[in-house]
């Protein structure tokens, strides 16, 4: 009879990846932190900023969310009036190069 070898079970940390960074998180406490103080829909803030063209303005957000320990960002720019696609496209071209948490794109559509 052949032998049979079992594979050893596979061993990881939790964590959530973008394409340059993967952000461990403790699973131990049950949640994970999602930012989502880059929400058009939610935030007065936001909303003036994206009419200004504040794209410094919006990544100082998204900054102090990391800092404030969240695990990944949701963004959403959707907001009447504005070009969605283009604000998104702005936007994240700059999280990207600014930030090292993993982005959740956040639509309406």
């Not at 049950?30 to 930012?35: D, E």
């Not at 929400?39 to 410094?56: E, H, I, P, T, Y």
């Not at 999280?95 to 559509?109: A, F, G, I, Q, R």
Request: no cysteine; charged share 25%.
């Amino acid at each position: 009879m052949p032998s049979v070898r079992f594979r050893s079970p596979l061993s990881y940390t939790p964590a959530v990846v973008s394409i340059y960074f993967a952000q461990t998180y403790e699973q131990d406490n049950s949640f994970l932190i999602v930012g989502e103080r880059l929400n058009a829909s939610g935030s007065k803030k936001v909303r003036k900023l994206l009419n200004q063209d504040d794209w410094d303005g919006l990544l100082a957000i998204a900054k102090s969310q990391v800092k404030e320990g969240a695990h990944m960002l949701d963004v959403n720019v959707d907001y009447v009036g504005r070009d969605g696609e283009r604000d998104m496209r702005e936007l994240v071209s700059r999280l990207v190069t600014n930030t090292t948490l993993p982005l959740m794109l956040d639509s309406t559509e």
